[in-house]
Nanobody, 123 residues
Framework: QAQLVESGGGSVQTGGSLRLSCEGSGYMLSMPCMGWFRQAPGKEREAVATINGYGTTTYGGSFQGRFTISKVNSNNTLLLQMNSLQPEDSAMYYC?????????????????WGQGTQVTVSS
């Protein structure tokens, strides 16, 4: 069964870094669009970044310059490098795949989701 599994979350202090990984089984990482999203308690799920099959990336909100999305095709892994983390970055982070194209930073478009990995940033 094709699935997505995130890892790499944890607790860091303000200004710290984390690298999230998403391993895709089956055909997941070959989907046209892959993305990272996050959701904090009481808030809507928001897009962090997307990447398409050509390696073109987009970033939502204030993430550009601090976060970097990338994909390692050789081992079916989607990555999210997060630097200069702030307490407001605390959330559950999810990777997702969308069979549609082009890529949109719109969570309802994504058909496949991982279970999430928690990121907590303390001040």
């Amino acid at each position: 069964q094709a699935q997505l599994v995130e890892s790499g979350g944890g607790s860091v202090q303000t200004g710290g870094s984390l690298r999230l990984s998403c391993e895709g089984s089956g055909y997941m990482l070959s989907m046209p669009c892959m993305g990272w999203f996050r959701q904090a308690p009481g808030k809507e799920r928001e897009a962090v970044a997307t990447i398409n099959g050509y390696g073109t990336t987009t970033y939502g909100g204030s993430f550009q310059g601090r976060f970097t999305i990338s994909k390692v095709n050789s081992n079916n892994t989607l990555l999210l490098q997060m630097n200069s983390l702030q307490p407001e970055d605390s959330a559950m982070y999810y990777c997702a795949a969308d069979a549609g194209y082009p890529c949109y930073r719109d969570a309802p478009r994504y058909d496949h989701w991982g279970q999430g990995t928690q990121v907590t940033v303390s001040s």
